[in-house]
DNA sequence: TATGAATGAGGGTTCATTCAT
DNA sequence: AATGAATGAACCCTCATTCAT
């Protein structure tokens, strides 16, 4: 029950290896945020991250690379976490209303990043483009699932499934990218999430499925 | 009650620098259209305005201005289509839905620039984004009033106006941001406008209001 | 018979554009002769030839271009001046012999370039690569025709008329390939045609061919 | 007669770095012929070689140490084949053929480094270059050596027998440096030699030779 | 008023070289 | 003896901006 020492030394640069990847991905993803895509050259990121220019090369082919993998990161965390915050929930219009609050609040958490998104989009090759949006459309599926749920439950008013997910999934979004206008209004998420969920969430529903969820 | 001959030349020279300045945005706004807002460098805007380049810091201090005014540009389209689309309409709720809809068709027509508004944020500088947010706000206007005049009447749920036009809002400029998904859908513009009316300006009307619209 | 503004001014525009990339040239040839091609970099040909490092790109799109532009001069100058060297000239071994030294004269003319069509066919593409080959070639056509030639009037014995023509056009740039040990050996350019032709040219006659042109 | 411990520690070491910088040659050489001598970067040589890149520093103190002992390697074959190959035979001017022949072979051998060495004289320094040039002239030597022998044995015309040899040199590279002419005319090496022979080395050759030879 | 040649800082990327382990 | 992560200067190229004409 040993480790040889090549072992050893290989797991630990990888784990090094791992953290010098995130070392970089977290530099790009702050200097996003705070400066703004145009001034995200590599020399930033190498900078920020505390690194050589070099050394970025080592890790990311590209600078593509970078950025898709800060986006992967941002939008992996939407993935898992909405179906996280709805696994006990039995309700199938709950099971909807939660999904969305729970997006609206990892939007929260991640708000400049989400509107890196938006913005970094221009940047990336085609293929980089669709790999992003085929990662969008991960996030979109606990959604579509929920949806789904409460569809087949009849539930819901006679709306497109898919088209209703997608709305709740930009309007989660607009949190973020909105976020100086309900700042403005002086709304929190919480408040913000209620009042969505009156407005779009309780419209999809049938009456007798609002009416049991209004009581 | 007579000109002056420098009035005359002043009058002349100030239409002319109307006409530039114009032609300038025009072919700012085609450039973005087409080639995706990447390619937008000063040099390719003069080549596609037929001037200068020069020139083109004779009627802008910057390349931010000129990106401020294509903005500007489309943003008053959309303030000025909606009221006209919904002149001569009574019913407040077929008001809605026809601003919205015109909404829509309008950021069809301008579906690139309105990306551009999204990704462009932070290269602008602070006071250039208030323009542009004060002017989002504008083209808001419209769609609150007749949110409102639904509301008036009777005709909505117990939802925020303002929120609920924001929403509309976002929607139609997501016909834009997220294209790529719709046309991926096979989704036309009107077809897109009608699914969104059925899913969310239905959802937010009373039993009454909806039974009404959709006899 | 006049000339109006505009075509004035093109032309003047014209002749400063040929200058200009004249000038980028010769610098690039200077560099490439005084410190060896890989510290021919656009920097310093920018430097060396007075102007900015973005004006090498108005007039040529790439690095490659400048060095095939500086290569094509050095080739252009063998395929004019051979031919017009053996003009005059009627008996076919003279032919020969007249532009083999010719060719030999306008190498030692530009001998580091000549070096240097060796030296820099590492950073050229595919495509510049077999442009200069092309070029080569044609360089080569004029000493063909004289071998041809002299072959045809039976003055040659039995040899392949292109692989002789292409081992003088090899003789005439090893004059500056080798420069040093011919230098070394205190060998003119004049000395070095008449050994080189006593050496090559008269073994490739006839023998009733160099008797007579040995008389 | 013993051998203290250190003395055959100091011999098997001095044995394992012999091997090593055996390998790293044998890498920047398998490199130079299958990439063409662009993509010979250290990483490269080190990778090809099976070793880090930390250790070619530790034989080498330089890039350039390793250039000039690849081309060293190449050239010391040159040095070592021709005389070799000659060795049993008699006939003085068969002795040139043969030498020229086997120098071919040679450079066929090794086409890409000699290739090499025109294009790289400029990148390295003065005393690497006159190193290499030294080496040069020994790989001169045995074609100098069975040229005189030819020209003593009176099989030679008037010739300057340094010139001829260095000629005989010449057109052997040029197998390399005009490859992709010779190869685009379908010719083998053997072909090539063959040829070369009848146009350069019979035309040196005095009539009785000639006969002698061709009979 | 209008031009467009000219600038040069700054972008992404490579690679010879070093050094802690 | 051996590693390979790390460095950073230098490369090629772009583009917003200026200015002599």
Redesign the pocket.
């Known amino acids: 029950m040993s480790i040889d020492g090549n072992d050893v030394t290989a797991a630990v ?1 990888g784990a ?2 791992e953290l ?1 990847a995130r070392q970089i991905v977290d530099a790009a993803i702050a200097l996003m945020q705070e400066k703004g895509s145009n ?6 990121i190498a900078k920020s991250a ?9 890790y990311f ?4 690379q970078i950025l898709l993998a800060a986006i992967t990161r941002v939008l992996g965390a939407f993935r898992d976490r909405v179906p996280q915050a709805i696994e006990g929930i039995d309700d199938p219009v709950d099971r909807v209303t939660e999904a969305f609050a729970e997006f609206c609040r990892a939007v929260d958490d991640h708000r400049h990043a989400v509107v890196l998104t938006y913005r970094e989009s221009r940047s990336l090759s085609r293929e980089g483009l669709a790999d992003i949006q085929g990662q969008e459309l991960e996030t979109l599926g606990p959604l579509v699932d929920a949806v789904r749920g409460a569809a087949d439950a009849g539930d819901l008013r006679d709306v497109p499934p898919e088209l209703f997910a997608y709305d709740l999934l930009v309007l989660a979004h607009t949190w973020a990218l909105k976020h100086w206008y309900f700042h403005a209004q002086g709304l929190s998420v919480d408040q913000y999430v209620e009042q969505q969920v009156r407005t779009v969430v309780l419209g999809a529903l049938t009456d007798a499925a609002r009416s049991r969820v209004e009581r």
Do not use: I, N, P, W
């Open positions: 640069q090094r290896a010098r001034a995200v050259s590599m020399q930033a505390g690194v050589s220019v070099g050394l970025l090369y080592k082919s590209d600078k593509e």
